[in-house]
């Protein structure tokens, strides 16, 4: 009975010497897009920062909109996003303390080969959806208030069409990330808005090819935000900071610009430092 006794004390003295290893573990939240995560772009750069400042960085993937909640709503101490207007207005509403670029890639128009609506290899993205729209040839949308769902919005209004009327038949919403709404078009044979990065970084990708790319409006900017702790004071200003000095920084920088599959390098750097 001593013994047992003895055993009991043993491992409870060993989770109280654990306790404060486990309290004093750094981390912050980092609200972020579904392009970010599923490039791989993350997994190759925050074993950088975590080694230099031990501060682990927990990634919540969505779409743009929904990450910029999360920063409203106080969930997250940073948001690294994509949309620049949305961004700003965060910025401008007292959300977020100050919006810093981080890096650029662009969007492109990708499809299937046999190419109803007979876009492939131009650069006019908005002939392009014109032509997809008169064709009624199937596109799968992310319909899920990402920044890459708000830049293919756009363009539909630039274009003079509602997408929404052919909701059910020739333009299925998925509600889903990138990834996810690639497959899709994938299984459907249909076109599909997506930024270069998850593009390049997708396995499933079927008789889907580019079609369209090189437009100016399809320039992809992302940027970064420390969450205003003024707003929420549980916000880790400390170490949400370093995080954002850290990804302008040269260090930071250089860590986005080696991020490569194969020869093809996914995002380009362009903090204002």
């Given amino acids: 009975m001593a013994l047992i006794r003895g055993l009991f004390l043993g491992l409870a003295l060993l989770g109280l010497a654990q306790a404060p290893a486990v309290a004093q573990q750094k981390f912050i ?29 927990r990634v919540v993937a ?28 965060f910025v401008a509403d007292g959300f977020g303390v100050q919006r810093f670029e981080v890096m650029y890639n ?11 609506a007979k ?6 993205i908005v002939a392009g959806y014109q032509k997809i729209a008169a064709a009624k040839a199937p596109f799968a949308s992310r319909g899920d208030k ?16 509602d997408p929404q009327t052919g909701k059910g038949g020739w333009y299925r919403e998925t509600g889903s990330g990138m990834g996810p709404t690639l497959n899709t078009a994938s299984s459907m044979n249909a076109y599909a808005f997506t930024d270069r990065g998850t593009w390049l970084s997708f396995k499933n990708r079927g008789d889907l090819v580019i079609v369209v790319e090189g437009d100016q409006q399809l320039f992809n900017q992302y940027g970064i935000m420390l969450v205003n702790p003024a707003r929420h004071t549980h916000v880790k200003k400390e170490m949400g900071q370093t995080f954002v000095d850290w990804v302008v920084s040269a260090e930071g920088q250089k860590a ?14 362009n903090a204002k430092r």
Wanted: proline share 4%; net charge negative; aromatic share 8%.
């Fill in 29 to 57: 939240t980092v609200a972020s897009t579904t392009s970010t995560e599923q490039s791989g772009l993350f997994k190759h750069m925050l074993p950088v920062f975590e080694k230099k400042t031990g501060i682990q960085v």
């Fill in 62 to 89: 969505q779409g743009t909109g929904q990450a910029l909640d999360m920063g409203r709503r106080g969930d997250a101490d940073v948001v690294f996003v994509h949309d620049k207007v949305a961004e700003e207005k």
């Fill in 106 to 116: 662009d969007f492109v128009l990708v499809g299937p080969k046999a190419d109803p």
């Fill in 119 to 124: 876009i492939a290899g131009t650069k006019d």
């Fill in 146 to 161: 990402s920044g890459t769902h708000a830049a293919e919005l756009r363009l539909w209004r630039v274009a003079g069409i």
């Fill in 256 to 269: 986005i610009a080696d991020y490569k599959i194969g020869a093809d390098q996914l995002f380009f750097p």
